[in-house]
């Protein structure tokens, strides 16, 4: 074992009682293997994670029980806290457990429907469960990340245009469906801003890489750096939006995504064409456009941003197809 881990290895020791036998570098994380054949991940603390945090999400496991999956959420440690540093020197971390499996593959459609019957589940046992944590996990909402991303794309599009003028025919319908879909939400939120029924416990990136196929086809969900309460659609939309961009869908297989929620999580018709609409909003133009003008606009970057403007074009296709009433398209 390295010896730049051997402070790590005694610390895993004397605060959790674990006697690391391996430790293998993960990209931002280290796993760690323990002489049963137990394995872990250390995870250095980001902004945010304070103790309160760390607890909050702990106390989520209960919820994940109740639906059935598994879960890498914080591990507390002898001292009863949640948040460690390895040396005084060191930035605080935290452990968690690592999650055996793979990562979803949403070109497969049973894999891709598990993953939202699933988080329907997730999302109903934290509602029944009185919504644990909650004064400490709520902090932005899907409006207003909406509206970030707005102001985002519109910050750098003069940048990305001018660097690629194909990009030119598209501001006007990118803007168009923007401003389609904010108002929508808008009105929909005036009309029920007190509606409880609405909120649940969010994984707020719900990205294929976030969520693991396990065994026997059991769900399994990692990373939560972004998770609090939220509208319960912001995960359904954001792992759509996922899908449309990796997987090559017809009409009918993207209808049968979108209505797997529709139908695990019991929203009513109204809340069904929220969800609709908000599947209009061009999340991946957004943030390939945005992550482009962080790489300086580099000609290599040039083949992301025409295949974020051919998942577009696929997703206004699927749209018209399906006949979505309202659509500024």
């Known amino acids: 074992m390295a010896a730049t881990h051997e402070k790590l290895v005694q610390h895993l020791w004397r605060s959790y009682g674990i006697q690391a036998q391996a430790i293998i570098r993960r990209r931002t994380v280290l796993g760690i293997v323990d002489e049963d054949g137990h394995a872990y991940i250390w995870k250095p603390a980001r902004l945010g994670d304070d103790e309160a945090r760390l607890a909050a999400l702990a ?37 968690q457990p690592w999650l055996t499996g793979r990562h979803v593959d949403v070109s497969v459609a049973k894999e891709r429907l598990r993953v939202l019957s699933t988080l329907a589940a997730v999302q109903r046992a934290s509602q029944q469960a009185g919504f644990p944590g909650q004064q400490v996990l709520t902090r932005g909402t899907l409006l207003g990340k909406l509206r970030m991303k707005e102001k985002a794309l519109w910050r750098v599009w003069p940048t990305v245009e001018a660097a690629y003028p194909v990009l030119r025919h598209w501001r006007q319908p990118t803007e168009r469906r923007m401003t389609y879909v904010l108002q929508s939400y808008k009105t929909y939120l005036a009309r029920h801003h007190d509606d409880t029924a609405d909120i649940a416990f969010c994984h707020r990136d719900l990205a294929p890489h976030n969520v693991l196929c ?116």
């Open 214 to 329: 396990q065994p026997e086809g059991r769900i399994g969900w990692i990373d939560f750096d972004h998770a609090n309460y939220d509208d319960m659609l912001h995960d359904a939309i954001q792992f759509v939006g996922h899908t449309v961009f990796l997987a090559a869908l017809s009409a009918e297989a993207y209808r049968e995504l979108v209505e797997t929620y529709v139908a695990a999580a019991e929203i009513d018709t109204e809340r069904a064409q929220l969800l609709w609409t908000l599947t209009t909003w061009p999340d991946v133009l957004i943030r390939v456009c945005v992550e482009w003008v962080r790489q300086g606009c580099r000609k290599e970057g040039i083949t992301r941003i025409d295949h974020a403007i051919a998942c577009e074009r696929k997703r206004m296709r699927l749209q018209t197809e399906l006949d979505l009433k309202g659509c500024p398209f």
């Open 59 to 95: 106390g989520l496991q209960s919820v994940y029980q109740a639906s059935g999956t598994d879960v890498a959420l914080p591990l507390r440690a002898r001292s009863g806290r949640y948040l460690t540093r390895v040396s005084d020197a060191d930035t605080a971390g935290y452990l």
